[in-house]
């Protein structure tokens, strides 16, 4: 059934309806153990976002939600507080691995947003002796391993490495009680399916399943009704909707002005910091290189970076040491910046539902931001893609450029008459035409430099012709057969042949 309000701490009914809201609850109102609200306290949260008042009283009562919030709204600790809270049954100082099964697997599309949820859990649960612990592809194995056979209550995982994991025996699943799905819809998009059914397959048939997304499609639906158990729809805004506290603007341009239009808004609005989401790995790779060369400390993230270089990236744009990051779809999700003011979208997302994806990176928690979308004449069906999806007219305006470099318009010659007069330079000499005789005669090839040494024919040495004449003189006249000749006769001279003939 659906939830459409804001509700309170109390549980829900026994036919999954909600009590009346209440503004703004704290999470004191929560039945929660003082550990976990010690937790949160130190992370500076007090009051409730929408998404977790309603999911998390819901959650306590052991029921499966459908999820359904904008990005940037707390839905990471919607699920994560309340499932903390109920294994702390489970919760022991033992140093034996077979104390700490895996009881709560959450699954995640990405590496970053896997790592984002495994940063949060630690946090809520640095009071407890829970354990936690993230897997996902790109690094090595063993470090892993040994975590992973240590014992760890709560895993946090991407479904490619945790198959890995599976296969290799190093993830024993047969105890876990809750199960999440994060951006499921993402994990879809990405073709993650036949790997999250294999999963599914090696759980308990009896545990608690959550499943969480900014969107909901058909597909999600589908996948819902197959291992979700009468699950309650939470949604605190309307399904594909954008967040209202985001500046939406839409600017048409030509493709050889999209760096320059960004540079002149980052100027203009005073940008510190801007995320610029484009369609393909090289893409990124060649923008992030040429807003380099801009003077912009700029790093790239897609997939076919390393996972080191892509958290190093990451680390290094949320520490502000970077200006602009250039980032992909897949490389993007899940990405919680803090305070990011600006987010570009230098190529309009082929998918209609990645733009609200894009676009909730700012505006995080409440905060203000600005979403500019750069529009070409070929994304006229992307465009009306996104106003489907969103049921939103979309106004895309003129964008004049302020860059002077090469941007002054040509002038006609016509104009050139009123302006002062120019001193007139006589023009260059012509050279002289050929005369008619020489005209028609065909050019000869330039001839190597004679050399009177090397062209001389052979001349031997008077000393050569003496030696030789005198060899000849003494010896005896032979014939060609090598016989003896007759006094007086002489040799037939030798004559040298050519084509085989001589004979």
Same mark, same amino acid.
């Given at each position: ?19 009346? !809201? ?29 998404? &977790? ?194 500046? &939406? ?49 700029? &790093? ?97 305006? !003129? ?42 005669? !065909? ?61």
């Amino acid at each position: 059934m659906n939830v459409t309000t804001p509700t309170a701490a109390p549980e829900a009914d026994q036919a999954g309806a909600a009590p009346e !809201p209440v503004l703004n609850p704290k999470f004191e109102t929560l039945p929660l153990d003082p550990k976990l609200l010690r937790a949160v306290a130190d992370a500076g949260y007090t009051s409730m976002t929408p998404i &977790q008042a309603k999911a998390i009283p819901i959650v306590l009562a052991g029921r499966d939600v459908m999820g359904a919030a904008q990005t940037g709204t707390g839905k990471t600790a919607a699920f994560t507080i309340p499932l903390l809270q109920k294994m702390l049954r489970h919760e022991n100082a033992s140093m034996s691995p077979a104390r700490h099964p895996v009881r709560a697997l959450v699954l995640a599309p990405t590496r970053e947003l896997a790592d984002q949820v495994a940063a949060n859990v630690k946090t809520y649960a640095k009071h407890t002796k829970l354990r936690s612990a993230v897997v996902f592809g790109g690094i090595d194995m063993k470090p892993q391993t040994l975590e992973l056979k240590a014992g760890v209550e709560v895993l946090i995982a991407t479904p490619g490495r945790l198959l890995d994991h599976i296969e290799a025996k190093n993830a024993v699943l047969n105890q876990v009680e809750y199960v999440v799905l994060d951006e499921a819809d993402r994990m879809l998009d990405i073709g993650f399916l036949p790997d999250l059914q294999r999963i599914l397959s090696y759980l308990p048939k009896a545990r608690q399943t959550l499943l969480f997304s900014a969107t909901f499609s058909s597909d999600i639906r589908r996948l819902a009704g197959s291992y979700l158990q009468d699950p309650i729809t939470v949604e605190v805004a309307r399904p594909n909707a954008t967040a209202t506290n985001v500046e &939406q603007r839409f600017y048409g341009v030509g493709d050889d002005d999209k760096r320059a239009t960004v540079r002149q808004l980052l100027r203009q609005r005073e940008l510190s910091q801007a995320i610029i989401f484009v369609n393909s790995k090289l893409g990124a790779a060649r923008l992030a290189r040429s807003f380099e060369r801009d003077g912009l400390k700029t &790093q790239a993230l897609h997939g076919d970076k390393s996972q080191d270089e892509r958290l190093k990236a990451l680390a290094a744009f949320k520490a502000g040491e970077v200006d602009l990051l250039v980032a992909t779809d897949v490389a993007a999700r899940g990405l919680d910046i803090a305070d990011l003011p600006a987010v570009f979208n230098f190529d309009v997302p082929f998918n209609a539902e990645d733009y609200v994806h894009r676009i909730g990176r700012t505006g995080r928690a409440g905060a203000s931001g600005l979403a500019v979308t750069l529009v070409t004449r070929n994304d006229t069906r992307l465009i009306g893609d996104i106003e489907n999806l969103i049921k939103k007219k979309i106004e895309v305006e !003129p964008f004049e450029i302020e860059d002077d470099r090469a941007r002054r318009p040509r002038r006609h010659l016509d104009d050139e008459r009123d302006d002062e007069p120019r001193a007139e330079t006589p023009p260059p000499p012509r050279a002289p035409a050929p005369r008619a005789e020489y005209a028609e005669r !065909p050019r000869r090839a330039p001839q190597p430099p004679a050399d009177p040494i090397f062209d001389r024919p052979y001349e031997p040495s008077p000393a050569a012709v003496a030696a030789a004449a005198t060899a000849a003189a003494d010896a005896p006249a032979t014939s060609a057969t090598g016989k003896a000749l007759p006094a007086g006769l002489r040799p037939k001279r030798k004559v040298a042949s050519l084509l085989g003939g001589g004979r």
